[in-house]
C-alpha cells in the first residue's frame, strides 16, 4: 500500500521559514511529478508547487519567489522550503503524487503563521 507521510509543520512567525518534507513508502517505482497543495479554511484546495521526475518545477502565483521544492536523495521523497511566511500561507499542506494518471495523497500537516 502507497503511503505518503509529511512533516515539518508548525507555527511560526510571518516572516519566518519552514521546511517540510515528505516521503513515499510502499512503493517500488518512481512517481512522475510529486507535488505540494494547500487548503485554507472555507477555501478549495490549491497547488502550491510541483516537479517532475525530470526536475522541472511549478509553482503557484502566490508563492514564487518564496518557496523552493525539491527532490530528496531518497527514492520519492520531496521537500518544500517556504521563507518570508505570511499569513495568508496558513493552511494544511498536503503532499501529492503521480503515477500513471493515479494520484496519491498525503494525510496533511498544519502551517500556521501569526502575524
Known amino acids: 500500500q502507497v503511503q505518503l507521510v509529511e512533516s515539518g509543520g508548525g507555527l511560526v512567525q510571518a516572516g519566518g521559514s519552514l521546511r517540510l518534507s515528505c516521503a513515499a513508502s510502499g512503493i517500488t517505482f518512481n512517481f512522475h511529478a510529486m507535488g505540494w497543495f494547500r487548503q485554507a479554511p472555507g477555501k478549495q484546495r490549491e497547488l502550491v508547487a510541483l516537479i517532475t521526475s525530470g526536475e522541472r518545477s511549478d509553482y503557484g502565483d502566490s508563492v514564487k519567489g518564496r518557496f523552493t521544492i525539491s527532490s530528496g536523495s531518497a527514492k520519492n521523497t520531496m521537500y518544500l522550503q517556504m521563507n518570508s511566511l505570511k499569513p495568508e500561507d496558513t493552511a494544511i499542506y498536503y503532499c501529492?503524487?503521480?503515477?500513471?494518471?493515479?494520484?496519491?495523497w498525503g494525510q496533511g500537516t498544519q502551517v500556521t503563521v501569526s502575524s
Open positions: 501529492n503524487a503521480l503515477w500513471n494518471g493515479i494520484q496519491y
